[in-house]
């Protein structure tokens, strides 16, 4: 962190200034993620504003109306301060439950919520509040705050000034937490509007891996009956979660019902209906069928915990896309920064793929050797498997394995219905400083990024403007190592 200069302004006219004199500053808002990047040496800002004495972003206000917290407040003032225990004590136990004493001393509810990590707890608490987020250029609703993975709304020169939340008839967050980091395994925050519309409920989930998300199904059925008992039968799919080391998919789905139901029984008092629910638990296939199915299982993907997995409707046929992903010139097209893509053989690629991670741009000298396994000509499924190795300069390295599966999907008999399901499953292996990133990170960026890529992948098949996506698929891989802290207070 050497030649790094400390600021620190005191009104957030001297912010603005800092911000518009210094481009490669970033603004210190805590610094619980910031810090550790630049340890990590995966950020090197030229210049740290740190915001703690701007008197603008440190006010706490409690009306009828709702309260006002300042982008700036701690979790631990937060959690201790007396009137929004009394009248918003979902905000205190939520803010209260974050990591240890030390952490909640200097986070801040600013830095979580710009920093948008797919497992903390404020954005959830937000979302399920429908609050209104405030900048220094206008007013957000919480609806269209949180983007993407570690993104959100926010603009590059814009800064975050403080959220105002609503008052509601009753509100309660409810986390399980990853013992280690306290993170959210899962956590789910359901609110309930006061006034006139006391049916409009909203219910929010972190920890899922995907970034927070509402839950629609769960609302519907609360709006139409408040009671434990409405959500029977309400399951949330799997395919929203992801497996990891500490849960399975299917784990968490099941465990953001109990929650949910936990959350509203605190309300209603019908704790006797609640579910218990069963120790984490990852799937993990019998020794016996690995030796049996061994000779299969070329062809199919793992049930590795640790492994990203995905899969995709194209509306081409098979041969198609088979021809599409083994061209270098259209994975060129769909791999935004890709400076280079180069075909050495039947089955070794080389690749330049300039990424930024974060405030950080890297380029990743990439090894692709391409393993045919089963092609469209020889049956069905055609399947492929590819070797990724990777080098981020002195950040270390990453190799990913990785397994493609494609069926015909027919919509009809007409030409026109002919289509590709796509299958695909990843298990990355870093090494060096991108291997303290860990296996979380890795986890929460992967499904946003492969879907971004065969998004594009469908748009260059069908002969149309590739251009929107920002990342894609082999920059997905190479982004097992992204940047896991954006610009605090700016995207």
Not at 345 to 353: F, G, L, N, P
Not at 384 to 392: E, K, N, W
Request: hydrophobic share 40%.
């Amino acid at each position: 962190m050497s030649g790094v200069q400390y600021l620190r302004p005191t009104s957030l006219a001297e912010v603005q200034a800092c911000l518009q004199q210094h481009p490669q500053a970033q603004l210190l808002a805590g610094g619980q993620s910031l810090l550790a990047a630049m340890r990590l040496g995966l950020t090197q800002p030229s210049h740290l504003v740190d915001l703690q004495d701007v008197p603008e972003l440190q006010d706490i206000r409690v009306t009828d109306d709702g309260v006002w917290i300042g982008a700036m407040a701690t979790h631990a003032r937060i959690a201790a301060h007396p009137e929004i225990q009394q009248h918003h004590p979902m905000l205190a136990k939520l803010a209260h439950g974050i990591a240890d004493q030390q952490v909640r001393n200097v986070g801040t509810l600013g830095g979580s919520l710009a920093n948008n990590d797919p497992a903390a707890c404020w954005p959830a608490g937000v979302l399920a509040y429908g609050a209104t987020l405030f900048t220094t250029q206008r007013e957000i609703p919480a609806d269209e705050f949180f983007t993407d993975l570690f993104t959100t709304a926010l603009k590059p020169d814009e800064v975050l000034l403080g959220v105002l939340w609503p008052a509601c008839a009753c509100a309660q967050y409810v986390k399980y937490e990853q013992p280690a980091s306290r993170f959210a395994m899962v956590g789910v925050a359901v609110t309930r509007a006061t006034g006139h519309d006391h049916s409009a409920v909203r219910v929010a989930i972190t920890g899922l891996g995907n970034g927070v998300t509402r839950w629609p199904e769960a609302e519907a059925a609360l709006q139409a009956h408040w009671s434990v008992q409405a959500l029977n039968g309400v399951h949330l799919s799997a395919e929203l979660a992801h497996t990891d080391v500490h849960a399975s998919a299917s784990y968490r789905a099941h465990l953001s019902a109990v929650l949910c139901r936990r959350a509203v029984a605190a309300h209603t008092g019908e704790e006797a209906h609640l579910p218990r629910h069963a120790p984490p638990s990852t799937p993990r296939a019998p020794a016996s069928r690995v030796r049996k199915d061994r000779a299969h299982s070329a062809t199919q993907p793992t049930n590795n915990p640790t492994a990203i997995s995905g899969s995709h409707h194209l509306g081409q046929t098979v041969a198609v896309v088979w021809d599409a992903v083994l061209d270098p010139v259209v994975l060129q097209q769909c791999i935004p920064g890709c400076e280079s893509m180069q075909r050495l053989s039947d089955t070794q690629y080389t690749a330049v793929v300039k990424v930024g991670l974060g405030p950080v741009s890297a380029r990743f000298e990439t090894q692709i050797r391409v393993m045919p396994v089963c092609t469209p000509s020889q049956g069905e499924p055609a399947v492929c498997h590819l070797h990724l190795s990777g080098q981020a300069g002195s950040l270390g390295q990453g190799e990913a394995e990785v397994v493609v599966q494609l069926r015909a999907h027919a919509t009809g008999t007409s030409p026109a219905a002919q289509g590709t399901h796509l299958q695909w499953q990843a298990t990355p292996q870093m090494s060096g400083q991108l291997a303290q990133l860990g296996n979380r990170l890795m986890q929460a960026s992967a499904r946003s990024l492969s879907t971004q890529f065969f998004e594009r992948l469908a748009r260059v098949l069908s002969g149309q403007d590739a251009s929107p996506p920002k990342r894609g698929f082999f920059s997905a891989i190479a982004e097992l190592f992204r940047h896991w802290h954006p610009l605090i207070f700016r995207k």
